[in-house]
């Protein structure tokens, strides 16, 4: 029985490129030197920027920059965050209509979205980049945003478990531009390897 081509690109492509994808798509270690600029770059560039005395501003109070934070979670851990804002007064409580809050940033993804100082989230386990920017009632980011670094890990019969970082869930969230690249690539790979494999197998 002959093996049409077509089957036969498939397997060969899946055995040697399909192991690829998981390195292609792996979210990359936040640089602990650039938290701020990287932060500032997720944000739109085309952002209110208010400047002098009276422009709001946050600041990331707790946790500190590379604390780490254990948990005995499945998937994620608790996390208490406080910032502090000036000339940005915060409801301080869930409201129904457009009313000040702040954004929580994992990465370049949007987790939360808050109107207190303090907020409670959970956190997949992982090394991220925090970033805290003020959003105002039509959900734009406003100003300078507040950057840390933070990792959170499992603890599991007394060992520390460090997992790859998890992509954000919420329905905020924006996926990682590096994992979608490196989706992409590898769907490159395989169609550009059963093209070339393919040729191969029909000239013999």
């Not at 501003?57 to 590379?66: L, N």
């Not at 990682?176 to 590898?186: E, F, H, N, R, Y």
Request: glycine share 8%; proline share 9%; with cysteine.
């Amino acid at each position: 029985m002959k093996i049409p081509v077509i089957v036969v690109r498939c397997l060969l492509c899946a055995v040697i490129l399909l192991p690829l994808v998981p390195i292609l798509a792996q979210t990359p270690t936040p640089n602990p030197d650039t938290l701020l600029e990287d932060c500032t770059r997720s944000l739109p560039p085309d952002r209110p920027m208010p400047t002098g005395a009276d422009a709001p501003r946050i600041k990331i109070v707790a946790p500190t920059t590379q604390t780490v934070i254990t948990s005995d979670q499945p998937t994620l851990g608790d996390v208490n965050f406080t910032v502090e804002t000036v000339n940005w007064e915060l409801p301080g409580y869930y409201t129904e209509e457009a009313a000040r809050h702040w954004h929580l940033w994992l990465n370049d993804g949007v987790w939360g979205m808050f109107y207190g100082n303090t907020a409670l989230s959970g956190i997949p386990y992982g090394t991220w980049r925090i970033c805290a920017s003020l959003g105002d009632t039509q959900h734009l980011d406003i100003g300078m945003p507040d950057a840390i670094l933070l990792t959170v890990q499992r603890v599991d019969d007394q060992t520390v478990i460090t997992t790859q970082p998890a992509a954000p869930s919420s329905a905020l969230t924006t996926t990682d531009p590096t994992l979608l690249w490196g989706i992409v690539a590898a769907g490159l790979f395989i169609a550009v390897g059963g093209y070339v494999i393919g040729r191969r197998v029909r000239t013999r």
